[in-house]
């Protein structure tokens, strides 16, 4: 009973809509009447600004992390990961906001955070130079869950400082993150076959001014 309270927690946790409630506080807008009309960081920067979707940005980290800590906070002999999944299932379809959420990428990013912290880092280095290659945040953001992926399954051998053992459950779960984020973003997938798709202003290929 108390895991199963704890993971309704971690969904909670997950489905605090940050973009939609400092946009409403803070800037007077519904952050989903705008722009793609998601509740994420990147339609976060582009209609509230550089300010306001880092503090999304971060604040979406944590979602993940907090919720993946729990069991180690109270001491659960589970895997950490369950609330990690909870959490996204609370960023995709939160119960504040209509359960109409996001695609969950900065929250899974969290989840690494709060597991195994390097392999983080090295994720969140992909993720910069993959947005650096393409200058499109739904490409980079697509390619670098499937090359997270991938990493768990290779790093083990070759770079154990970033992940020091194999872990089938984190390459599983990974897997599922990955094909869950590519699936929500399907509309992008179209955008980009159509030449359609948002440019950030910087990279190899930046949006034209």
Do not use: C
Not at 50 to 62: E, Q, R, S, T, Y
Not at 158 to 184: K, N, S, Y
Request: no cysteine; glycine share 10%; aromatic share 14%.
């Amino acid at each position: 009973m108390k895991i199963f309270i704890l993971l309704i927690v971690a969904y909670l946790i997950g489905s605090i809509p940050n973009g939609v409630w400092i946009g409403k506080l803070f800037f007077k807008k519904d952050l989903r009447d705008f722009g793609s009309g998601n509740m994420g960081t990147t339609n976060t920067f582009r209609v509230l600004g550089k300010k306001a979707g880092i503090v999304v940005f971060i604040l979406d980290i944590l979602k993940g992390t907090v919720a993946t800590m729990i069991p180690i906070y109270f001491g659960l002999a589970i895997n950490p990961l369950w609330f990690g999944l909870a959490a996204i299932l609370g960023h995709t379809f939160p119960i504040f906001a209509g359960f109409k959420g996001g695609k969950a990428v900065a929250t899974s990013g969290g989840i690494l955070l709060g597991y195994y912290p390097p392999f983080f880092f090295f994720s969140l280095l992909l993720f910069i130079i993959i947005l650096f290659l393409t200058s499109t945040v739904s490409l980079s953001s697509m390619i670098t869950a499937v090359l997270v992926f991938v990493s768990t399954m290779i790093l083990p051998l070759i770079a154990p400082v970033i992940l020091p053992q194999q872990d089938w459950f984190l390459t599983g779960v990974i897997f599922l993150i990955a094909l869950f984020i590519i699936i929500r973003h399907k509309d992008n997938i179209a955008r980009i076959k159509n030449g359609t798709e948002n440019r950030v202003p910087f990279g190899l290929f930046p949006k034209k001014k």
